[in-house]
Nanobody
């Protein structure tokens, strides 16, 4: 059983910063990648940032230069540092975990609300 626990969401003014964290536990190895997605009201869920087990990263164009994804040394916690936040960043942010070799499985956190408003 896999559990992903997200934290760090909240209300912030435009231009401010937030740091999201996601801790994974349970039967999670091997981990292929961890990622953050977000879903705004009325929109599809979209990839925000991803980091592989080897440390490679990629970002959505909308957040490049503002957000940074990282992992702890054990590879079981992923963080998303969000700087220069815009109102357009308002969404529910979800942690995603990709595991397995021959059988690939995906797991989702329950989401944490990020609201950027003046």
């Amino acid at each position: 059983q896999v559990q992903l626990v997200e934290s760090g969401g909240g209300l912030v003014q435009p231009g401010g910063s937030l740091r999201l964290s996601c801790a994974a536990s349970g039967s999670i190895f091997p981990i292929n990648a961890m990622a953050w997605y977000r879903q705004a009201p009325g929109k599809e869920r979209e990839l925000v940032a991803l980091i592989t087990s080897g440390g490679d990263t990629n970002y959505a164009d909308a957040v490049k230069g503002r957000f940074a994804i990282s992992r702890d040394n054990a590879g079981t916690t992923v963080s998303l540092q969000m700087n220069s936040l815009k109102t357009e960043d308002t969404a529910v942010y979800y942690c995603n975990l990709r595991t397995g070799t021959t059988l690939i499985r995906y797991f989702w956190g329950q989401g944490t609300q990020v609201t950027v408003s003046s």
